[in-house]
């Protein structure tokens, strides 16, 4: 194979680096990560490797720590800049602070940010700045690079009515046919859309010769864990052909890392993968430390800023506030309904996929409230009725099996359902005020304004009448509401229980 390669070339890739710019830490020492080490090895490879190099990123790199909410994503770029990224997709993170600060992004990104299947209205602030695809020159052919972003991205992240998501297959179809009536060599699919849509693209599409993923998390081959799906897995396209899959799990914990040839129909005949860890043995490269240094400053002061205590563990795991009610639930509930009952609030519902992070028992600081809620919601009042309160509750319990993010996390009533039961007749009791909830009574709900958009499939609350943003921020209304009530003593008291049908 090597003698009949028409080209050989080594890729290098990330996703979902969610603004893991210091190293991912086991306690006090770093386990490994941080891009001052991505960039060691990255440098290392461009002064050793005498094959054309591909650096690219397959999106999601907003959201995840302090330095996005300090920086939103402008302190992620300055490093990826600098690394000498290639491409980069959209990811739906992208949207989290809204599409006037992506094209901030785009503009300053010295490298191109591509999604086939966005499409925006005429005159947005995107308009013409992401593109659907790129074509780059390595050892004297063309590489065509398309982007895909996760379908359901309108509802994951607040993109608003001026973004619309397309079918990532049918963009896909488009997109091969685009490079290849462009004259390209091969064709790579840089896809933020999980690992299983990238195995239908790869099955259903033909044309593609390479999928760098990202959006599911999944670590492969050597990376964490055994039972991974290989690094990387090979897939036949609807020709018999092989297509290469690779994603970097998350966090860059770990570099992607492919050595690839070629044949002359642009079908890869070679393919080795070499994932490294970025491991802490790897030397940090002394300016982006220096730098960092600089950035981290105002998150360190967030981080030293205490602003009271809990005596319990507060409980946002992503797999627990996702099914149950938890304390760090009930205590985010609780602040918000606090907060509302001067404006008429009776009841909150929140979204358990809004809760980031735990808050261990003892001291609690500011930077700890911002982990946990680092979307910068407002709370949201809205008027709905007792049977649109239960819809929103079914909603919320129909995709618990998935541990999606609309699990509700409520104050001010309580319910009782069976995940047993088909999806849309889960909920069996609402308990408001001692009483089964009076469906045709309207209550003033506080909710957040992801949620009151219709974010997590919420829509009883786009139905209900009275909808305000009053701009309160959740996460300052919950460090006040710790402040007050120091030291927390939060339990998860059954609020919500599950009551199998007999
Ligand atoms: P990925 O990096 O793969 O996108 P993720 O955890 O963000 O990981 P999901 O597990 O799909 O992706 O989580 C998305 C969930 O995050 C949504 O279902 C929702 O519950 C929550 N979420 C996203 N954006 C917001 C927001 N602006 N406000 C509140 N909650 C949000
Ligand atoms: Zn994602």
Request: charged share 15%; net charge negative; aromatic share 6%.
């Amino acid at each position: 194979a090597q003698e009949a390669a028409a080209l050989r070339m080594r890729i290098l890739h990330t996703n979902d680096h969610h603004s893991r710019i210091e190293p991912v830490m086991n306690g006090s020492t770093p386990l490994h990560g941080g891009v001052a080490r991505r960039k060691t090895l990255i440098d290392q490879v461009r002064s050793s490797e005498a094959l054309p190099l591909l650096l690219v990123d397959a999106g999601d790199v907003f959201q995840g720590t302090l330095f996005f909410n300090q920086y939103n994503g402008m302190a992620d770029l300055e490093f990826y800049n600098a690394m000498g990224y290639e491409a980069m997709t959209i990811g739906n993170h992208e949207f989290d602070r809204g599409t006037t600060l992506l094209s901030d992004f785009i503009k300053r990104a010295t490298f191109p940010v591509l999604s086939a299947n966005i499409h925006v209205t005429a005159g947005s602030v995107l308009d013409g700045l992401y593109k659907p695809h790129v074509i780059v020159e390595k050892g004297g052919k063309k590489i065509g690079i398309f982007g895909v972003t996760a379908e359901d991205t309108g509802e994951l992240a607040n993109t608003g009515s001026e973004v619309q998501f397309t079918s990532v297959i049918a963009a896909a179809k488009e997109q091969v046919a685009a490079l290849q009536a462009a004259g390209v060599f091969t064709i790579i699919a840089l896809t933020h859309v999980g690992i299983d849509v990238d195995r239908q693209i790869a099955r259903e599409v033909s044309g593609i010769s390479l999928i760098i993923g990202g959006h599911s998390h999944t670590p492969m081959g050597p990376m964490s864990s055994s039972g991974n799906p290989p690094y990387p897995e090979l897939i036949a396209n609807p020709d018999g052909k092989p297509v290469v899959i690779v994603t970097d799990w998350e966090w860059g914990r770990w570099l992607g890392d492919l050595t690839l040839a070629f044949n002359q129909e642009g079908t890869i005949v070679d393919v080795q993968g070499h994932p490294t860890e970025v491991a802490p043995s790897i030397e940090a490269d002394p300016s982006f430390e220096q730098r960092i240094q600089v950035l981290a400053a105002p998150l360190n002061l967030l981080r030293a800023t205490v602003i009271g205590s809990s005596s319990v563990d507060l409980d946002g795991a992503r797999a627990n506030v996702r099914t149950r009610e938890t304390n760090l639930g009930n205590l985010v509930a609780d602040a918000m309904l606090l907060k509302t009952r001067n404006r008429g609030g009776q009841i909150a519902i929140t979204n358990g996929g809004g809760i980031r992070a735990s808050i261990p028992a003892g001291a609690i600081s500011i930077g700890q409230v911002l982990e946990v809620l680092p979307f910068g919601n407002t709370l949201a009042t809205v008027d709905i009725s007792g049977a649109q309160v239960w819809a929103a509750l079914e909603n919320g319990v129909s995709q618990v099996e998935s541990g999606a993010g609309r699990f509700p996390q409520i104050a001010g009533f309580s319910f009782t359902y069976d995940p047993t039961l088909p999806v849309g007749s889960r909920v069996t009791s609402v308990t408001y005020a001692g009483a089964a909830m009076d469906s045709a009574a309207i209550f003033r709900v506080v909710t957040n304004d992801f949620m009151l958009a219709g974010g997590d499939g919420f829509t009883s609350f786009a139905q209900g009448s009275n909808p305000l943003n009053t701009g309160l921020i959740l996460a300052d209304v919950v460090q006040e509401y710790i402040s007050a009530n120091s030291p927390i003593t939060a339990v998860a008291e059954g609020r919500i229980s599950v009551g199998l049908a007999v």
